[in-house]
């Protein structure tokens, strides 16, 4: 018997760090786990010993005879990946922090409240000598966890239990529905704190640059998620799911996500923690079929294999893939012929052949949704006579080099809705440098610098997307957010940092002073508390709040009551 890890795996490398027997790979001491898709037990290597059970916190590993038939297929792909890979290196190391200098205190600004920003904290926070004070624009924390996972996927919220435990450190202390920038500025945050990291993620969508991309019916995947997840800010937005058809643009897992999303039925939704408006939405929504194009082939989808196996197990969705999208490059074909293909693709092109298999069977009308795949595919233009049409594309074949080339092959499809889904972009912070070329803060290992390649400056960090980038997930940013941590442990020890010109002791007058409605930890627990309270009433997770009028009353419950 072996453990196998499974489709809710978050890459967070708990289960690594306590494996005897370094079973688990890939490692965060191996270049491939910055882009692994998820961890993976080799089966002729693990001692069934548990350890990892215990410490995954999204509930992803379990032993072989326990799986359940949908989760079966697991075997296969963590057996798979020890094709071309080995147990011997990258044994997980500890990281080694200096000693900090006796009686020394650090008072540490984090901006942000997602993954990376509390991998960080709580590294931080494990030490009393370094005071941790956490903003956010939104009353709620958690960041993408609670505003960008999938509603559907409940396991992966899990993660939200390891930050709860950083939250109720003596040392740390929330200032959530706090504006930086316009209830406290950077300069006012760089004179009270010794050190300020910033992990504000890459918020806005990239975009297409084609014609109609600003028909009604064309939107961000951004603004869809965010509204189905309950954000404050996206709770107003309506979306025409009238039609029977709709374009989702992009190969990434998020595009998996909007697909899922537009075509679940309500007994799925309706057990999970979607916004209370975007499941009525969608239960009147007339959409039977979408289109997920990608520009390139099955080779190159950058959806992981764990969410593509899973759409199989939607009921009453058929996944209709023509065997012709299937094209591989020549390097691929060849490569996988001689079995030398990374084993990440070769299980992608293994699980979309198996779909393909169905194609002649779905061809006719089955009664059921659909998800059906367009690889090789360029969306053109988007028509539409004030509201989308019509996504005009170009159909592309692979070069002898590998390229995706076009054709002359023209294909234009039938649809309501267009979801661009191409990738997330950051934004210029005040008060920091910022490279326009790439929508990150420069910076050297999370020391934020003066442009690229520039010097230091002292006291300033960045982590998560802000610093490298919209790749990556939770696994990455834990990474990341505990190296930003590391650096400012280090120059906390060596001295570099400046003493505060201000206490911070003043930051939660200031920033109502300026009306800010501040929500502290007791808040967010009174809001916590009510939102599962709602969920438990309804059999669902939790019921979202998702005005910051709402928010804000529930967080003041306790002083009102009191």
Same mark, same amino acid.
């Given at each position: ?48 010993? @548990?350890?990892?059970? *215990? ?37 997980? !190391?500890? %990281? $080694? ?18 993954? +990376?920003? =509390? ?39 899990? %993660? ?41 993620? +890459? ?32 709770? *107003? ?12 643009? &992009?190969?990434?897992?998020? +595009? ?13 939704? &309706? ?32 959806? /992981? ?6 759409? @199989?197990?939607?009921? *009453? ?29 070769? /299980? $992608?092109?293994?699980?979309?052949? @198996? ?13 059921? $949704? ?63 440098? =910022? ?56 120059? =906390? ?10 206490? +911070? ?19 967010? !627990? ?30 003041? $419950? ?5």
């Amino acid at each position: 018997m072996a453990h196998v890890i499974t489709r809710p795996c978050c890459n967070d490398g708990s289960c690594v760090e306590v494996c005897p027997v370094n079973c688990i790979h890939p490692t965060p001491d191996e270049p491939e786990f910055l882009t692994a898709e998820m961890l993976y037990i080799d089966p002729d290597t693990c001692i069934d010993c @548990g350890a990892c059970i *215990d410490e995954c916190p999204v509930s992803a590993i379990f032993p072989d005879d326990e799986l359940d038939a949908k989760d079966e297929p697991y075997l296969q792909i963590n057996a798979d990946y020890y094709k071309d890979h080995d147990v011997e290196g990258g044994m997980a !190391q500890p %990281v $080694k922090l200096p000693r900090l200098p006796e009686g020394a205190q650090l008072r540490v600004a984090v901006v942000g409240a997602g993954p +990376a920003a =509390f991998y960080a904290a709580g590294m931080l926070a494990q030490n009393a000598q370094i005071g941790v004070d956490m903003f956010d624009r939104l009353p709620t924390p958690y960041g993408l966890v609670r505003a960008g996972v999938a509603p559907d996927h409940a396991k992966t919220k899990g %993660v939200e239990e390891t930050f709860a435990r950083t939250e109720k450190r003596r040392n740390f202390t929330y200032h959530l529905n706090v504006d930086v920038g316009t209830h406290i500025t950077h300069d006012e945050l760089a004179a009270r704190y010794g050190a300020i990291l910033y992990a504000v993620g +890459a918020p806005h969508d990239r975009r297409l640059n084609i014609p109609g991309e600003e028909l009604v019916g064309s939107f961000a995947a951004t603004e869809f998620v965010a509204w189905y997840n309950g954000h404050p800010g996206y709770a *107003d937005r309506t979306f025409d799911l009238s039609g029977e058809r709709g374009v989702v643009i &992009g190969n990434g897992n998020v +595009a998996l996500d909007v697909a899922r999303i537009l075509l679940e039925d309500e007994a799925t939704l &309706g057990a999970t923690d979607i916004a209370d408006h975007a499941l009525a939405a969608l239960n009147d929504s007339s959409i039977r079929e979408v289109v997920v194009l990608g520009r390139r082939g099955i080779e190159h989808a950058a959806f /992981t294999n764990a969410e593509f196996l899973s759409l @199989g197990d939607l009921p *009453d969705i058929d996944v209709v893939i023509d065997p012709a999208e299937l094209a591989l490059s020549p390097q691929a074909q060849a490569a996988l012929d001689e079995g030398t293909l990374d084993s990440t693709i070769a /299980t $992608k092109i293994r699980l979309a052949r @198996g779909y393909a298999e169905r194609y002649d069977e779905l061809s006719g009308d089955s009664g059921n $949704k659909r998800i059906v795949f367009r690889f090789l595919t360029s969306p053109l233009e988007i028509l539409g006579d004030g509201a989308v049409s019509t996504v005009h594309c170009l159909r592309n074949q692979y070069a002898a080099t590998g390229a995706a080339a076009p054709t002359s092959e023209t294909l234009d499809l039938k649809a309501t809705v267009v979801v661009r889904s191409v990738g997330y972009r950051g934004q210029p912070i005040p008060g920091l440098p =910022f490279d326009r070329d790439r929508n990150v803060v420069p910076n050297d290992d999370a020391r934020v610098t003066d442009g690229h390649d520039g010097p230091v400056l002292p006291g300033l960090y960045v982590a998560g997307w802000i610093r490298r980038g919209p790749t990556g997930g939770i696994g990455r940013n834990r990474l990341c957010g505990e190296q930003a941590a590391t650096a400012i442990i280090t120059d =906390f020890a060596a001295g570099v940092l400046a003493e505060p010109e201000i206490s +911070a002791d003043d930051v939660a007058d200031l920033v109502v002073s300026r009306g800010a409605d501040r929500v502290d930890l007791a808040g967010w !627990q009174q809001i916590d508390a009510a939102e599962r309270a709602a969920g438990r009433a309804a059999g669902r997770r939790r019921v979202k709040l998702v005005s910051v009028e709402q928010l804000v009353v529930t967080a003041r $419950k306790s002083d009102n009551e009191g």
